[in-house]
């Protein structure tokens, strides 16, 4: 595909249905592709089983399409893409990027200092495995020392990798892989040009720009939106007790999404059809108009 080619992606993790902060993920990044006159993608980030929830990703398929969204192609799922990952990962081994690393968690926190995103890990297994231990992770090496980019929303970030991230986790010892390594594997795969997401992700943009950098990959153009919180300030999820989206009121939902991303819709949108929304929103969306805040009451 012509890397011309707008392409944005929505990637839901299947631990429930969705509710009012996913669908402001989902109308941002759809309609920024939309006016783009980009392809949107959908992927399924189901690779943490424990936490997934039976029949969640089938649900959360049909609730998009149930409030309007029509994404192009086939859905991705992460469950199936074990053996792009298996490959990527070898190919950072022969290239000497990452090391295996046995520390336990409880050992990491003793000896670890704060980063940006909890414990920053200090490399005690870069030369050799720390102690006898069957189970080992792999930890790419983080040898840049600032890593600067730029976000659509957020501004300029310079992150001193070494001091505020560490050496990262791509595989953990029981065998899962680590999303930051299966996001920038899938994000090449479907040649994302365009990445529209959570702030609850700024962080990790840096892990993932190195990454690609170290692949030879291109990066996409990122852009973060805030996330919605409730009144305590906690992220909307199913653990604070977001209340799922329902089909009864889908209009009233799309058009508290568009105020709460900077949109101003008229309050008789409130009761007008789905496809009368999109069409409103697709007249007037700006990126430049969303708050470019971190986090916002979604109230």
């Given at each position: 595909m012509s890397p011309d080619i707008y392409t944005g992606r929505y990637a839901p993790s299947p631990t429930g249905p969705l509710h009012f902060g996913s669908l402001v993920a989902a109308v941002a990044s759809y309609l920024d592709a939309r006016i783009h006159q980009g392809r949107w993608l959908v992927r399924m980030e189901d690779l943490d089983k424990p936490r997934e929830m039976p029949?969640?990703?089938?649900?959360?398929?049909?609730?998009?399409?149930?409030?309007?969204?029509?994404w192009d192609g086939k859905v991705m799922y992460q469950s199936q893409?074990?053996?792009?990952?298996?490959?990527?990962?070898?190919?950072?081994?022969?290239?000497?990027?990452?090391?295996?690393?046995?520390?336990?968690r409880r050992e990491v926190a003793?000896?670890?200092?704060?980063?940006?995103?909890?414990?920053?890990?200090?490399?005690?297994?870069?030369?050799?495995?720390?102690?006898?231990?069957?189970?080992?992770?792999?930890?790419?090496?983080?040898?840049?020392?600032?890593?600067?980019?730029?976000?659509?929303?957020?501004?300029?970030?310079d992150h001193r990798m070494q001091r505020d991230i560490g050496d990262f986790v791509l595989k953990r010892a029981d065998g899962q892989f680590a999303y930051q390594l299966a996001v920038v594997v899938d994000d090449a795969e479907q040649n994302i040009s365009h990445v529209v997401r959570g702030a609850d992700l700024l962080n990790s943009t840096s892990r993932q720009i190195l990454l690609q950098y170290s692949l030879q990959l291109p990066s996409p153009v990122?852009?973060?939106?805030?996330?919605?919180?409730?009144?305590?300030?906690?992220?909307?999820?199913?653990?604070?007790?977001?209340?799922?989206?329902?089909n009864d009121n889908k209009a009233q939902m799309l058009s508290r999404a568009f105020v709460f991303l900077g949109l101003n819709p008229p309050s008789e949108l409130c009761h007008s059809s789905v496809d009368i929304l999109w069409q409103w929103a697709n007249e007037h969306w700006q990126l430049e108009k969303?708050?470019?805040?971190?986090?916002?009451?979604?109230?």
């Open positions: 029949g969640a990703a089938d649900d959360i398929l049909r609730t998009l399409e149930a409030y309007g969204f029509e893409r074990h053996e792009a990952y298996e490959a990527t990962l070898a190919q950072l081994i022969a290239n000497g990027q990452v090391y295996s690393c046995n520390c336990s003793d000896i670890a200092h704060a980063g940006i995103e909890g414990p920053v890990y200090p490399g005690l297994c870069r030369d050799g495995l720390s102690r006898e231990r069957d189970t080992v992770a792999w930890r790419f090496k983080t040898d840049v020392a600032h890593l600067l980019f730029r976000d659509r929303i957020q501004g300029q970030f990122y852009a973060h939106i805030p996330v919605a919180t409730n009144l305590a300030g906690e992220k909307l999820s199913k653990q604070t007790g977001a209340e799922a989206l329902s969303v708050p470019s805040q971190t986090q916002l009451i979604s109230d």
